[in-house]
């Protein structure tokens, strides 16, 4: 069976990319345990684009799923500041892509 990416599209004014940056970076090992997880990746615009990717690589649908109902809806839902806030969005807008992977390569040993 294939592994299946996630890509989620986050529309990311300028003012707020450092703190998109920085909010996963403090989150950077979250996912890293979750069953079935294989890759991850935050890619910032380089020119042209508001939107950010975060490529997640998963073993299959089923474990993708279950992150997205487990530790990743906890994550969202957990504590802000003492006032009970929660932070605000660094993202104006989020669109999820989903692929199959039917071909891959690395790169030939040396």
Do not use: C
Request: zero cysteines; glycine letters at 8%; charged letters at 25%.
């Amino acid at each position: 069976m294939p592994s299946v990416v996630k890509i989620n599209v986050l529309t990311v004014p300028a003012e707020q990319r450092e703190t998109l940056e920085k909010r996963f970076a403090s989150r950077a090992h979250a996912v890293e345990s979750s069953d079935g997880f294989e890759w991850f990746e935050l890619l910032r615009p380089v020119e042209g684009t508001d939107n950010y990717l975060v490529y997640t690589r998963w073993r299959d649908e089923e474990s993708f799923q279950a992150w997205m109902e487990g530790p990743m809806k906890t994550a969202h839902q957990g504590g802000g500041a003492d006032s009970g806030e929660r932070p605000k969005p660094a993202a104006s807008g989020s669109t999820l892509w989903s692929f199959e992977v039917v071909q891959q390569a690395a790169p030939k040993s040396a």
